[in-house]
């Protein structure tokens, strides 16, 4: 193949599903942390073979044949300006950086965030993630998330954790507050895709991708729930799509939570600080993974930050002062 420096490697044996699906598409399903025009890219470029060849980013392919993908070092300082942005760094070692993201902080430059953003951070604090594929970020979480995301220092730890998203084994749990009252907990499994007419937006739909969401109640208030959720997969705004297709949207969703409703009765207090939280209550609350280098189960956990806990208590606060 082609390609120098040190790079990556991805493999894996095409399921009965995809037997038949042109090589990127099967590509994009089984790689989902690659765009499916970077995997194109790639195919032409002789980074993928099928069966020990190289095919065409058309080809089908069949069930059962082994497909390898090499990621080529990309130097990533060559293309994203490291900028000494502060980042809030819950662990570090010589494998790993966990990072507690705060809200308005973009994961990776693109159209509109050209810098400022999460990659920009890390490639400043650690230059050696230059040659790490994507700066080392195996997973995202959306601009105004925050919470806890972890980055690979090594390639061969970027390698080991990608396989183990793949196989469902980082367990990633999260705190958000949504409209309504959710009676009891549950599992919330509908393919998502891309929304058939506004193309920034994702949607549940006949022919997505497989998304399942696991949740359960933390605390009930007058007119919303406070949840705590499982991921079991990772597909782009999964939380949000499903909340809102479930009726119970993430508060202060911009794109899946209409405009903002007022309790009914609500008091001034509990109406200004729900006009003041200006972005979705979603928060990464917990990370469970094997480390990459030593295997060892490890556990990273955060709180949310003050003004989402401030919005919880005043929530609390309304939902004490009503008759019972």
Not at 18 to 36: I, K, T
Not at 47 to 76: F, K, S, W
Not at 113 to 141: S, Y
Request: contains cysteine.
């Amino acid at each position: 193949m082609t390609g120098g420096g040190s790079a990556t490697v991805l493999r894996a044996t095409v399921p009965e599903q995809l037997s038949g699906e042109r090589l990127d598409r099967a590509l994009a399903v089984l790689f989902p942390q690659h765009s499916r025009s970077r995997l194109q890219q790639w195919i032409r470029a002789g980074h993928v073979r099928v069966a020990g060849r190289q095919r065409r980013p058309r080809d089908p392919v069949t069930a059962g044949e082994e497909l390898e993908l090499e990621i080529p070092c990309e130097p990533a300082a060559d293309l994203v300006r490291p900028q000494p942005i502060p980042l809030d760094v819950v662990y570090e070692d010589e494998a790993l950086l966990v990072i507690d993201k705060p809200a308005g902080m973009v994961v990776h430059p693109g159209a509109g965030n050209p810098d400022g953003t999460l990659q920009n951070a890390l490639l400043h604090r650690a230059p050696e993630l230059a040659r790490v594929p994507r700066a080392g970020i195996v997973h995202r979480l959306d601009k105004d998330t925050t919470g806890l995301l972890v980055v690979a220092r090594t390639p061969e730890a970027h390698t080991r954790l990608v396989a183990a998203l793949q196989a469902r084994e980082v367990r990633r749990e999260y705190d958000t507050i949504v409209l309504g009252r959710v009676i009891a907990g549950g599992t919330l499994d509908a393919p998502i895709g891309r929304h058939p007419v506004d193309r920034v937006r994702m949607a549940v739909r006949r022919g997505g991708r497989r998304a399942v969401t696991h949740y359960r109640v933390r605390e009930r208030y007058h007119g919303h729930t406070r949840l705590w959720l499982r991921l079991e997969t990772g597909r782009t705004h999964q939380i949000r799509v499903h909340l809102a297709n479930a009726g119970h949207p993430v508060l202060g969703d911009p794109v899946y939570g209409g405009r903002l409703r007022l309790p009914s009765g609500a008091g001034d207090e509990l109406a200004g600080a729900l006009r003041g939280f200006r972005r979705q209550a979603l928060h990464a609350a917990r990370l469970v993974l094997a480390h990459p280098a030593s295997g060892e189960v490890v556990t990273f956990e955060t709180p949310p930050p003050p003004e989402m806990r401030a919005l919880a208590e005043a929530l609390r606060r309304d939902a004490r002062s009503r008759p019972a």
